[in-house]
């Protein structure tokens, strides 16, 4: 027995089961028949206590602590190849460590969704009904009655308050849990009629076939003349033949029937002709091309930003190194924020490297992302372009991984695993050797602060390709709108805007910054809003027994909302903001027979809506596009001649540090939505704060006069890139438990990290969304200069503190380099 052999008898499985007690590998046993075929990243099915879930092999090992007859064999190899590479292993050691997840949760972030074996607890009514049943009891047991069976953690996520009853009902036997297996998606197989002889024989057969045998004949010749094979339904529906005589041909040795996989392909069809020839580069492009190459040829982990306006070139220096990247036979990734996955996007890396690139985005089907992902574990193509999650793309000879627009949020992802994609490609990078580009008109902080320091490199595109100029932008003062008496949410000058391009039939986009999240207080007669003397970050509104007061909700900082501006007296001081829908209702009403196409998070709900939308504007079937942020990128309308921004101050006074930083990006963006085309645009922009730094900055377009400002305000109010800040949020029913986590959470940190002075621990303080889901909700804020000097402090607070969570029923999550705190 080899010894490679002998370590096949045990397998340590991580189990697809998300619970912290869980959280480690287990052994199985590898039945004989399977020991030459299983491999190190198989998923597998195993047994788990009552039930049967999804698995994957890390590793071999020799012996167990476990004792032999408590070792349970694997049930069955869910695939016939490893679905996770050996680095890909590595990673979800990785993203364990750096954002405190669970095993499972990190192997689940690096599959495609589809692909898991879900085993789900179920509830139904038993049909026992017990004697003394309370209030809660009764209408549980009403709601299983009338329901049917339900998915346990989803019941109680819409009823928290059902825990404990339900538990009661369990133990009364009035209720039951059973488990529910469903396998997900595999390879489509089809059946393919595929002819097994050549032509000559074919025919000499056919002529000897019976006159009355033209069916035969029919199907055969078809079958010929279409390649030798083809699926069996289409060979059916085009000979209208019957199943009878395809079975006749078989007898006959003429055919076969067989099993292929057939691909899901989401652009059948589209991009399979001629290929787009690559741009001559400019000069500047030429520039950031080579220097990427250089970096590429080191085969060494480098990072570098490519800063350019939007239309200054990018995506061409991108295209052209990967195809550098993909001639030298390593592969790369693209990402793009999902937002901006528009079909354009996919079509300008389609129609240059046809089905060379696989695309991951989340409006596949199932199907046709597993099937996506396959091309690109199996080494079929060298191109994946995606949203975040595509930085997982299983390569195994990467060289190039591309983010663009890299200072968008979404970049983050706000459920467990919470990893940044952008630290994941660092990660990667340094396996394979690769090179990471950052692209952006306007970096993020993080990144422009380490360009500048030399920790990555910083490559320039000065000026947009076609030397077209930017449009202008007018900023109007909305207090001297209120001072003359106009109370409208549109400025006379917009309003005049408005008129005018509905007389000339142009097209014109409205942009609300967010859709009706508003917590913060702003004096609509001079501007003034409560902000944190320490923080600098707006204070939200909150209740406390039924008094009204604003609070930090990064370091706890309270104080009493008051009825007049504590700055000029004016009365006109309250909540700030409006919806989408209002705004709808008020152009309808003060433009009447203007069309108006709406998008929102409510208009885009379902598929493909999003997509719709866009093009019946642009087809003009609108006249007013008004929208949140998901207007503001990748869109291109040439009919556009105004750009009308309803109110900067939304996301200038998100309770947020980064507020600043987003209101620049956000502006700059929009105003880069017109003038691209002949057309002269304009860009009106109304704000209560015109003298604000980051919308002065961002009307000329000057990102580094911005960054200068806002890198010293960084480091005077430590926060990052100074330090990373990572945030635990408590839950509860009852606010007082709530609090009482976060303060147990702030109470065990300060514990564990007395006079550090590389670390800053916050107040627990109440959360900006303050109640979600029925749960009260608490922060608990702490900085510091080196995760690597406090993860192991942070996890034992998190363990101790989510235990304490649990006990009561409560939850306690946590968000390391929490990039949104709400
Ligand atoms: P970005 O990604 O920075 O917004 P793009 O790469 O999309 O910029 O370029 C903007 C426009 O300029 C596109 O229409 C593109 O086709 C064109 N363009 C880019 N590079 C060149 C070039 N070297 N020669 C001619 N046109 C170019
Ligand atoms: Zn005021
Ligand atoms: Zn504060």
Known sequence: VSVQQARRYLAE????????????????????????????????????GPRRVEGYIVSFAQESE?????????????????????????????????????????????????????????????????????????????????????VKTELLNHHPSWRR????????????????????????????AVLKMDKETLL????????????????????????????????????????????????????????????????????????????????AQARAYSAIMDMLKTRQAHTALLQGVTGSGKTEVYLQAIEACVQTGRQAIVLVPEIALTPQMVERFKRRFGDEVAVLH??????????????????????????????????ERLGLIIIDEEHELSYKQEENPKYHAREVAYFRALYHGATVVLGSATPSLEVRFAAAKGRISHIVLPERVNQRALPP?????????????????????????????????????????????????????????????????SLTYHYLNSLPILRCHYCGHAEEAVGRCPECGSPHIRNFGTGTQKVEEELLRQFPGARVIRMDVDTTATKGSHERLLRSFGRREGDILLGTQMIAKGLDFPGVTLVGILTADTSLNLPDFRAAERTFQLLTQVAGRVGRHEAPG??????????????????????????????????????????????????????????????????????????????????????????????????QVIKYKSYRKVKKELLAAYLHARAKARKVDGMLTVDVNAQMVL
């Not at 064999?73 to 695939?79: A, G, K, S, T």
């Not at 499972?104 to 004697?131: C, D, W, Y």
């Not at 003349?225 to 083809?230: F, I, K, R, V």
């Not at 949020?729 to 007395?754: N, V």
């Open 204 to 283: 000499e057969k056919l002529d000897r076939l019976q006159a009355n045998a033209f069916k035969q004949k029919e199907v055969a010749l078809w079958l010929l003349q279409h390649g030798g094979s083809a699926r069996l339904r289409d060979l059916l529906a085009a000979t209208k033949a019957s199943r009878s005589t395809v079975a006749a041909l078989r007898q006959r040795g003429i055919l076969e029937l067989e099993q292929r996989e057939e691909r899901r392909n989401p652009y059948e069809g589209r991009f399979s002709g001629e290929r787009e020839k690559k741009l001559v580069l400019t000069p």
């Open 66 to 150: 476990t004792p032999a007859d408590k070792i349970r064999p694997i049930l069955r190899l869910l695939d016939d190849y490893p679905a996770l590479t050996p680095e890909l292993i590595e990673l979800s050691e990785w993203l364990c460590e750096r954002y405190l997840c669970t095993r499972a949760q990190a192997v689940q972030a690096l599959l495609p969704g589809g692909m898991r074996l879900r085993s789900t607890l179920v509830l139904e009514a038993s049909g026992k009904i017990p004697q003394a049943l309370d209030r809660q009891e009764r209408e549980i047991l009403a709601y299983l009655d009338h329901q049917g069976p339900q």
């Open 473 to 537: 932008v007018e900023i109007v003062d909305m207090r001297a709108e209120l001072r003359q008496g106009n109370r409208s949410i549109f400025s006379r000058r917009l309003y005049e805007a408005i008129t005018e391009k509905l007389a000339r039939r142009e097209q014109m986009i409205l942009f609300l910054n967010r859709r009706g999240y508003a917590t913060f207080i702003l004096c609509r007669a001079c501007g003034y809003v409560a902000r944190c003397p320490s923080c600098d970050v």
């Open 165 to 192: 009853p339900l538990a009661r009902l369990l133990e009364k036997g009035a209720v039951r849990e059973r488990y529910v297996e469903q396998t997900g998606v595999k390879e489509k197989r089809v059946t393919y």
């Open 13 to 48: 499985v991580i189990v697809d089961v998300n619970a912290r007690e869980t959280d480690r590998a287990y052994h199985y046993a590898i039945p004989e028949e399977w020991r030459e075929r299983v491999f190190i990243g198989m998923r597998v099915l195993v047994p788990f």
């Open 362 to 395: 989340s409006r596949l089907s199932p199907g046709e992302r597993y099937d996506e992902w396959r091309r690109i574990r199996r080494g079929e193509v060298g191109i994946a372009v995606g949203a975040r999650s595509a930085v997982f793309a299983p390569f």
């Open 682 to 779: 304009e860009v009106i922009l109304q704000t209560y704060h015109p003298e604000h730094y980051a919308i002065q900055d961002a009307v000329v377009q000057d990102y580094e006069r911005f960054f200068q400002k806002e890198i010293q305000i960084r480091r005077s109010l430590d926060y990052p890139p100074f330090w990373e800040m990572t945030v635990f949020t408590a839950a509860h029913e009852l606010q007082e438990e709530a609090f009482r986590l976060a303060k147990e959470t702030e109470r065990w940190l300060r514990r564990s990290f007395a006079d550090d002075p590389d670390v800053i621990i916050h107040e627990a303080t109440a959360a900006p969304l303050s109640r979600l889901q029925g749960r009260y909700r608490f922060h």
